[in-house]
């Protein structure tokens, strides 16, 4: 994705490890607003937080 000063991207991955090594790149490439979820979606999940997907045939929420 191009940087875009004006939206915030938040990256993630299953452990977070990955989605840090995202966000640096992001941030080289001069995107301020790049962030990564620590912990990855694992800890977001264990945390007990609501996930939603989107279905790729509907472009449609799920609830994970």
């Known amino acids: 994705l191009p940087p ?3 939206r ?4 993630h991955c299953g452990s977070g490890k990955r989605s ?3 966000c640096e ?11 990564h979820m620590g912990g990855g979606i694992a ?3 264990a945390a007990g937080l609501r996930v939603i997907r989107i279905d790729a ?8």
């Open 25 to 35: 790149h992001r941030l080289a490439a001069g995107s301020p607003r790049a962030a």
């Open 20 to 22: 840090a090594t995202a």
């Open 57 to 64: 045939a509907t472009g449609k929420p799920i609830l994970a």
């Open 4 to 6: 875009d000063e004006s």
């Open 43 to 45: 800890e977001w999940k």
């Open 8 to 11: 915030r991207v938040v990256v």
